[in-house]
């Protein structure tokens, strides 16, 4: 039997966007694909096994996903022998393969804006591995899939000829994120209350997510408004001060909440509370936060470039994310017109239900046939 080796090592105990496209691809196309087989790469991180299907065998690999053991040694760690097609679905394509390789790349930011990624001496390493595990899956994978159009035009305008192997299998949203009753007392544990309303940011602290300018933004629609808070969930947690130091500056800190990385059930929570999700980031491969919060039924305020347009399909207020009025006037029309407020979260539903993970599976099953026959 054909054997595919996808890596997921992605998936660990921690969220991320890459790890929700491997989770909504491997969940899928080992039924779709009953004739051939599928090894799956899974991190120690895991508890359990990552599936249950028939076709589908498991191999433990210690080193992380995104390491130098993955960058320039993989065919040493991991026995090769059978594998008929590899997928690297993290943006870097490893070393050494002398298999066919799909190489999934979210985004291209580690070349084109790394200043937007992360700053400092660890941004100059960052920007050192990813530039060129990317530069490698553009130069040598057989196929890239990318995870929107907007990231598959910045591909081909960067290489053209890795444009010409590049494929979108637009990502979806689980259907984990649904609207549900707030659950009120775990978030009065983090200073909430239902006799206030927030708007609500999330993300990583990182430059491309504009976290600097969501508080802008909040402070010029809502200065004089007592009653709104605003909400950041952090997941690195770092550049919390700076935050902080903006919202003094600014005259809210006093409605600033500042959270780290938060469980999946309270994300849920915030989502389904929020009087409106802001994410104003200068760039995203897809974008999940946004689909998240659709699915949860939070109207959304987001960026007018890259994927946002694409992920929201017309159902949030799109911005300028460099324009602290343009959200102000974007935050106070959902916040403050209850008609608005409501046409808003039916068409962000109806959005969020044709955002499946159907389409990734199909579309990278497509391609790993494609690979086989050639």
Known sequence: MTTICIDCRYIGRRYSGIAEVIRGLIDRVPALAPDLRFVLLRSP???????????????????????????????????????????????????G??????????DIMWLTNPDWCR??????????FYGHGIRRAMRSARAII???????????????????????ALSGVSPRFRPIAPDWIALAALGLSPARRFVLTTGQYAPYKNHEGAIAGFAHAFRDRADIDLVIVQRAGRGSYRLQRLADQLGISDRLRLLTAVSEDILLSLYSAASVFLHPSLCEGFGNPVAEAMACGCPVVTSAVSAMPEVAGGAARLIDPHDPNAIAQALQAVVEDPQVTGAMRAAGLARAADLNWNTVATTTLGVYRQLLVR
Do not use: K, Y
Request: aromatic share 4%; proline share 11%.
């Open 45 to 95: 991180a895991h508890p359990g096994p990552l599936s249950t299907a028939p076709n589908v065998t498991e191999r433990v690999v210690p080193q992380p996903a995104n390491g130098p053991a993955t960058m320039w040694w993989l065919s040493r760690v991991v026995d090769m022998r059978g594998i008929a097609v590899f997928h690297a679905p993290a943006n870097i394509m490893p070393a």
């Open 97 to 106: 393969l002398h298999v066919p390789c799909v190489t999934t790349i979210h």
């Open 119 to 128: 700053t400092g001496a660890q941004g100059m390493v960052d920007r050192l």
């Open 146 to 168: 990318t995870v929107s159009q907007a990231s598959a035009d910045a591909i081909i305008a960067h290489d053209p000829v890795a444009g010409a192997r590049t494929h979108v």
